[in-house]
């Protein structure tokens, strides 16, 4: 039996991982920060002694976009040097790990779908970081390292843009949400699998695009929520990302390709409106009381 051990266990990704792994009966071991601090060298290789997992999912992440800008080298810690000491660890103990990553390591500058060869160039300090993870994980285990890249996520555990639209929605609140950023709003349980089948499916070792297929604006996105909520979506206008004060600058076309998948003899995710009907009854559940 496979020993799986995931990081970042408590997260909103970190979650279903856990509970899709343990409810097929697999050997899971899911470490939340509390339990393990990946930027602690010596605490990361007493686990990998005590656990000797055979695949590691890394979860664990500095996710704070904005704050990263004016706090790079805390948000390198994370998501570069940690990730490259555990790259180590896993290598040591002849590890699979699977990395999750970004859309961030591109500029956004394109119109078509980015493919998982095409350069990285990241205009954010979150970005820069993630990518620092990448490399270490590609360098350090070229046989055994997965990088998957993910965006626009949402999920039952915790924030989520999708959360606040149907608070929002639910409130009869008016908003005003970008309609110039494109992406693929992307659900948790969705990657959880596709991390699942990678690994099962022994698939070669590189990088993977796990975002759902089609693409759509963030305005395009909260429409769809206020529909699905029951909300008039006259409530939801469109405004221009150039309006956006926040420090750090939003990719303007985060739309990736899923070529490795396929390559891979691996179904890509599908649709995000089909994800987002599936996914809504549980979004409405988790949301139920909590605040936007």
């Known amino acids: 039996m496979i020993t799986w051990l995931v990081t970042g266990a408590s ?31 010596l605490a990361v290789t007493a686990a990998m002694e005590r656990h000797r997992p055979d695949v590691v999912i890394n979860c664990a992440a500095w996710t704070a976009v904005d704050k990263a800008e004016a706090h790079e080298d805390a948000a390198y810690a994370v998501n570069g040097r940690a990730v490259a000491d555990l790259a180590i660890a896993c290598a040591s103990h002849d590890s699979i790990l699977v990395h999750l990553s970004t859309d961030y390591v591109f500029d956004g500058m394109v119109g078509v779908p980015y493919a998982e060869n095409d350069p ?23 046989e055994t390292g997965y990088v998957v890249r993910t965006a626009w996520l949402y999920g039952a555990h915790g924030p989520s843009f999708v959360r606040t639209m149907i608070n929002y929605a639910r409130m009869g609140r008016s908003v005003s949400v970008v309609s110039d950023q494109r992406g693929q709003p992307t659900w948790t349980a969705d990657v959880a699998r596709q991390l699942r089948a990678l690994v099962i499916a022994r698939a070669p070792a590189g990088i993977y695009h ?9 305005f ?29 600058r939003r990719p303007a076309y985060s739309v990736l390709a899923h070529g490795a998948w396929t390559a891979a003899g691996i179904r890509p995710i599908g649709s995000w409106r089909d994800a987002l009907n599936r996914g809504f009854p549980a979004m409405l559940t988790a949301s139920c009381g909590s605040a936007a």
Do not use: C, F, N, Q
């Open 120 to 142: 990285a160039r990241p205009r954010t300090a979150y970005g820069r970081t993630k990518l620092a993870g990448e490399r270490a994980v590609r360098k350090t285990l070229p």
């Open 220 to 248: 395009g996105l909260a429409d769809e929520v206020y529909r699905y909520a029951g909300a008039d979506p006259a409530l939801v206008t469109p405004v221009a990302a150039a309006l956006d004060s926040r420090p750090a």
């Open 11 to 41: 997260g909103m990704l970190g979650r279903d991982l856990t509970a899709l792994l343990a409810a097929e009966g697999a050997h899971v071991i899911g470490l939340a920060r509390a339990d393990l601090d990946i930027t602690d060298t």
């Open 210 to 218: 796990a975002t759902s297929s089609g693409e759509t604006t963030w």
